[in-house]
């Protein structure tokens, strides 16, 4: 049985002050973008897990035992369903390894429709959802995907209207950015000054929802932007070079490192990406959003 499910990146990204469980309260706007990690599962003796990707990924830095967000989502699925039974998993991965798009969280989402058809649960999607939230901030959107609005830790997703289709241009960088390294240096550039509370963009919504894609690109925000080039200076050249290459945005993904840019056309994007690639060769790409959550695609 495989499965797919998109990459994330997040148009608006408000981080709040730490809470006392160590997770920050956001407000954010999701968008599911067209690269896809596959998860194929099979009935086994025992539980294995093996990852492969054909573009430049740090494949290494996966985790191959219990770790591993694949196998963690087949587990749980398992466990709370009184499922006994072992599963072979392979990933196939698009998706930037610890690039801030949400791969792992995505390996997650697609192990678990997937074992959820190989299993034959038919689980209500409040419970799927329930689950993914348990697994990682980023699941829930991962199942639901298109373009949504989430509050909480990033758990509570509410889809959104929006108009049209909307092209990226991707940028990778070689070595990945440590999630929570990244909103510990949000907690330092912040100690000792008043952190309020994320609001979610009203403007943004509104220029999402008449497809206003000038005003979309200058409205796109991420607050941990400034956290990121602090640790990596060289994402502030990247995403200049991006909006000096002609794209009406520019934006760090998530916590980073990959960068995304907005553009009016898949043509735009392409002239774009070409620009782009002369510095980074093999990682650029192109990419339309929004696109589907996590779904089966394959039986047999
Ligand atoms: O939920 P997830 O496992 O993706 O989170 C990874 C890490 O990112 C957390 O352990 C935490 O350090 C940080 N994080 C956060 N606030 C969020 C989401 C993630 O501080 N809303």
């Known amino acids: 049985m495989s499965a797919s499910a998109p990459a ?16 920050h309260p956001l407000a954010t706007v999701y968008q599911a973008i067209g690269l896809l990690d596959e998860v194929t599962v099979r009935h086994a003796p025992a539980n294995d897990v093996t990852v492969t990707g054909q573009r430049r990924l740090d494949l290494d830095e996966i985790p191959l035992d219990a770790r591993n967000a694949a196998v963690r989502a087949a587990m749980l699925l398992a466990e709370r369903n009184g499922v006994e039974e072992q599963v072979a998993i392979h990933i196939d991965k698009q998706i930037p390894v610890a690039g801030g798009m949400a791969g792992g969280s995505a390996d997650a989402a697609a192990a678990l429709v997937a074992c959820d058809a190989l299993w034959g649960l038919s689980s209500p999607r409040e419970e799927l959802l329930e689950l993914a939230a348990e697994l990682g901030s980023d699941v829930p959107f991962a199942l639901v995907g298109g373009t949504a609005i989430a509050t909480g830790r990033g758990e509570s997703v509410v889809p959104a209207m929006v108009l049209g289709e909307y092209w990226w241009v991707v940028v990778e960088s070689a ?89 009016s056309s898949r043509t735009h994007a392409e002239q774009v990406s070409t620009v782009l690639s002369e510095g980074e060769p093999g990682a650029v790409c192109v990419v339309r959003g929004p696109v589907p959550g996590a779904r089966v695609e394959r039986m047999g």
């Open 8 to 23: 994330k990146i997040n148009l608006h990204l408000g981080v709040g002050p730490v809470r006392a469980d160590g997770f």
């Open 175 to 263: 070595d990945g950015l440590s999630t929570p390294a990244v909103y510990h240096e949000f907690d330092t550039v912040y100690a000792g000054q008043r952190v309020s509370q994320p609001d979610l963009p009203d403007a943004l919504m509104e220029a999402l929802r008449s497809h206003d894609l000038e005003r979309l690109g200058v409205l796109l925000r991420n607050d941990l932007e400034e956290p990121a080039i602090r640790l990596r200076p060289e994402l502030d050249d990247v995403l200049a070079g991006g909006i000096a290459a002609g794209a009406l945005g520019a934006l760090l993904s998530g916590s980073g490192p990959t960068c995304v840019f907005l553009c």
